[in-house]
């Protein structure tokens, strides 16, 4: 049985229970057939005499009985009596031969020999001394005889039941089951052709395959988004890491070849610690644009004074080279998660110095609107070049890395937008070439409303 499919399995179940439930019939039928046949014998007996009783009437002294009155109908036999029992019209069955007592209006069984019927009598009354008796009489139907015919005919329709029910249960077990073919069809050509892209064709309805489709669907999601962020990370860390890791071995192989001095010794390790702390920045910022990408670090939101916020950071730029002004509007709250905006905030202004002007100015401004709330960072350096405002939101894309010896590795900004995005908004960049830019957070008030819903 543990072989068994589970189409093969559910209809196997549904034969048994549907044989069950035919021998629970035909239990229940046997139990009750006897009553049900003598009820229904009484029931007709009662009918027939009673029927046979308006046929008869007396005229000048004289019987009269009527067309339609049937002596023997159904297997029940009409008689009528005289006031004095005596056998006016109608023939008795053969075995029934003493005419016993009459009652009016009740049925009884009567035994003769052998046999059992049921008798009715009932009077027909003409004038207050004078009338007849009819009388009813029917065999009482064997219960023996019954079941034989109810287990004959079980046993002609058994044969053609049980075929119909195991093909019948069979078809609806393959309909059922018709989507997760599908589905496993669909699962098999995934994993054949390795495209995790692929999804599950969803049937309509709100079944419990419908919502298996669903859940492999978003499975499917999740595992291509850590598979592609897994193959990114890679691809980063690889091409990124090669050129300090080059630049290390370069040097360590140097010193190893030829007898520095002390001054060239500490220039050595000097080097070697710079392009390791450019390796650790690089690895932490990969590690956090992968876990922004894949959803694994989760967003900590929360009701927060963003004019507060945005003060004590500017605050603790202290080692900027560039003038830092700002232009702050009291009192803007918004459902955010601080960490992040901080790290966004922190992004901008770092980029801010190293493409600005030499002693230059950078300007953080913070307003809101009826609509959403505006937090920009604008500096007077060199610009961006309209080719290249869709590019520098790509990974380790750099506009000018000749500018600065410590030019950063190209994620401030690609973390940004990934920031922006996970708080609902957008980033704005405007530019002019040697005139300065500008960058935006568009942040949606209704974000502010988004604790109540929550």
């Not at 989760?298 to 004590?312: G, I, T, Y």
Request: aromatic share 8%.
């Amino acid at each position: 049985m543990k072989h068994f499919s589970i189409k093969i399995k559910i209809t196997l179940w549904y034969l048994l229970l549907m044989l069950l439930m035919m021998a629970m019939i035909i239990g229940f039928i046997t139990a009750v057939s006897g009553s049900v046949a003598q009820q229904t014998a009484m029931g007709q007996i009662s009918s027939t005499v009673r029927t046979n009783l308006a046929q008869i009437d007396m005229q000048q002294e004289k019987l009269q009985i009527g067309e339609d009155f049937q002596f023997y109908h159904n297997g029940i036999y009409t008689v009528v009596y005289s006031q004095s029992e005596t056998l006016l019209a109608g023939q008795l069955p053969v075995t029934f031969t003493d005419v016993g007592t009459f009652e009016n209006g009740e049925i009884r069984t009567v035994s003769a020999g052998e046999e059992e019927y049921f008798v009715l009598d009932l009077w027909r009354a003409f004038g207050w001394d004078n009338g007849v008796w009819v009388r009813g009489i029917m065999e009482v139907p064997q219960s023996t005889t019954i079941i034989e015919n109810l287990l004959l005919m079980v046993a002609v329709a058994m044969p053609a039941f049980i075929l119909l029910s195991t093909l019948g249960g069979y078809w609806i077990a393959k309909k059922a089951f018709q989507p997760l073919e599908e589905m496993i069809a669909t699962a098999d050509s995934i994993n054949e052709g390795s495209d995790l892209s692929a999804r599950m064709e969803v049937p309509e309805g709100k079944n419990e395959f419908v919502r298996l489709a669903r859940t492999f669907d978003r499975m499917l999601e999740r595992l291509e988004a850590s598979f592609e962020a897994e193959k990114q990370f890679t691809a980063d860390a690889s091409h990124e890491l090669r050129t300090p890791i080059s630049v290390i071995k370069g040097a360590c192989e140097y010193a190893i070849k030829y007898d520095e001095t002390p001054e060239e010794r500490q220039e050595t390790i000097s080097m070697i610690h710079r392009q390791a702390e450019k390796m650790s920045v690089l690895v932490s910022d990969l590690l956090r644009m992968t876990r922004l990408d894949q959803g694994t670090e989760r967003a900590n939101f929360a009701n927060s004074d963003l004019s507060k916020l945005v003060r004590n950071i500017c605050a603790e730029q202290a080692d900027l080279t560039c003038s830092l002004h700002m232009e702050i509007e009291k009192d803007v709250t918004a459902w955010v998660d601080e960490a992040m905006i901080a790290r966004l905030l922190q992004n901008l202004i770092s980029n801010a110095q190293k493409y600005g002007k030499e002693n230059g100015t950078i300007q953080v401004g913070l307003r809101k609107t009826e609509n959403e709330i505006l937090l920009s960072v604008a500096d007077d350096g060199i610009g961006i070049a309209k080719q290249q405002q869709e590019k520098i939101w790509q990974r380790f894309y750099q506009v000018d890395t000749s500018r600065t010896v410590d030019s950063g590795v190209g994620l401030g900004l690609s973390m940004v937008k990934k920031i922006a995005q996970l708080h609902g908004g957008f980033m704005q960049l405007e530019s002019e070439l040697g005139k300065g830019s500008c960058f935006t957070l568009h942040l949606p008030v209704k974000s502010e409303k988004k604790k109540d819903m929550d």
